[in-house]
C-alpha cells in the first residue's frame, strides 16, 4: 500500500528518505527543513527541491508549519537531536500525533528524553510512533526485540557509536594518539567538526537509553541523566598498547539492564564479538531462552538510517 508521507529535516537521512521512498511504493508530499517547505499533494519534485536548497539554502517557499498542516499519512521527523526538552522535534510528533497520523522517527530526543510524554500522545491518538531508525541506523535492533519480545531479553550491551570506535580502532591499529586519529576522521567526514556528541558517549548513551526504555517494556522509564557516562577523550594511546600486550583493547561499550544504563571505555578481549572495526556497530542481547545474539552493520549514514525508517513506514502499510 502506497502511504503519503512528510519529511521534517533534510540533513542526509531526510534527504535519502526523499529520495528513496519511491523505491519502496510511497509518495512523500511535504517536506521541510528549519527555513521553509514544500508541499504537493501529487508528490514533490526530489531532483527540483534540493536543487534549490543548494542553490538558495530553502527546499520550498512555504513556512516548515506548512508541511505538518499538509495531508500525509505518516511524519517522518529526522531533525537533529536535543537534549533535554527535545524541541522542536517533540513538537513536531505532537502536531502529527494530534493528527492521528503515524510517525516515524530518526531523532532520538523524543524517545530518549521524553520516552513517558511520548507514550501518553500516542496512547490519545490512532496514529503510531516506530523508531526503528534512532538507534543503530540499519540495525533491525529495535525490530529484534519486538520479535523476541522485551520480556526475553534480559541484557543489550555494545559499540553503538561509528565515531568513536573509528577514533578508537586507529589508536590501536597504529599506535597514534587520540588527538591525532581525531583530526583524520574530521578529514575523512567520519567526526564532525564539533566531536563531543561522538567523543563524550552523549551519542551512545542516548541510544542505550531508548534500549533500556523499549526493554523495561513500561516498568521504567530512563532518560540521559539516568545515565552513566564516559567518552573517551583521555584515553593515551599507551592504553591501548598495554592492552593489547595482554590480549585486548579498548572500545566504548555500552549497556542496558536492569541495573540502569552505562557508557564508558571498556576493555574488551582482541577476537570478542564486540571488537568491531571502523564506523560499524554491534548490538549484543542476553536472552532468555536463546543464549546471545549479535547484530552488527552500519550504524550510521543517510541511506542506510532510511532504510530503517522505510521499514518502519512499510509496518504501518
Known amino acids: 500500500m502506497s502511504l503519503r508521507l512528510a519529511v521534517v529535516g533534510v540533513g542526509a537521512v531526510g534527504r535519502s528518505v526523499v529520495e528513496l521512498a519511491p523505491d519502496y511504493g510511497h509518495v512523500v508530499t511535504a517536506v521541510a527543513d528549519s527555513r521553509s517547505s514544500a508541499v504537493d499533494p501529487d508528490g514533490i519534485d526530489a531532483d527540483a527541491t534540493f536543487e534549490r536548497k543548494e542553490r538558495e539554502g530553502v527546499v520550498g ?17 529526522a531533525t537533529p537531536t536535543t537534549l533535554g ?3 522542536p522535534g517533540f513538537s513536531h510528533v505532537r502536531a502529527a500525533l494530534e493528527r492521528d497520523r503515524h510517525v516515524v522517527l530518526a531523532n532520538k530526543g523524543p524517545v530518549a528524553e521524553r520516552y513517558a510524554d511520548l507514550r501518553a ?5 490512532d496514529g503510531t510512533v516506530q523508531f526503528e531508525a534512532a538507534v543503530g541506523g540499519a540495525i533491525p535492533i529495535l525490530s529484534t526485540i519486538a520479535d523476541f519480545g522485551p520480556n526475553q531479553i534480559t541484557a543489550a550491551r555494545g559499540v553503538l557509536n561509528g565515531t568513536a570506535n573509528f577514533i578508537l580502532s586507529r589508536m590501536a591499529a597504529e599506535g597514534l594518539g587520540y588527538e591525532h586519529v581525531l583530526a583524520e576522521a574530521q578529514d575523512l567526514g567520519v567526526a564532525e567538526a564539533d566531536p563531543a556528541f561522538d567523543v563524550d558517549g552523549t551519542d551512545a ?5 531508548i534500549l533500556a526504555n523499549v526493554l ?14 564516559e567518552g573517551i577523550r583521555s584515553i593515551p594511546a599507551s592504553a591501548l598498547d598495554l592492552a593489547a600486550e595482554d590480549g585486548r583493547t579498548v572500545r566504548l561499550i555500552g549497556e542496558a539492564t536492569a541495573d540502569g544504563v552505562r557508557v564508558g571505555p571498556r576493555l574488551v578481549p582482541q577476537h570478542d564479538a564486540l571488537t568491531v572495526t571502523g564506523t560499524r556497530n554491534i548490538v549484543q542481547f542476553e536472552t532468555v531462552h536463546a543464549g546471545q545474539l549479535h547484530l552488527s552493520g552500519r550504524g550510521a549514514g543517510g541511506p542506510e538510517t532510511a532504510t530503517a525508517i522505510l521499514s518502519d513506514v512499510s509496518r504501518l502499510e
Not at 205 to 209: D, Q, T
Open 61 to 77: 517557499s512555504g513556512d516548515p508549519a506548512d508541511a505538518l498542516a499538509a495531508e500525509y499519512d505518516v511524519l517522518v521527523e
Open 85 to 87: 526538552d527535545a524541541e
Open 121 to 125: 500522545l500516542e496512547a490519545e491518538s
Open 205 to 209: 548513551a542516548l541510544k542505550f537509553v
Open 216 to 229: 523495561s517494556d513500561g516498568a521504567a522509564v530512563y532518560s540521559l541523566d539516568d545515565a552513566e557516562v
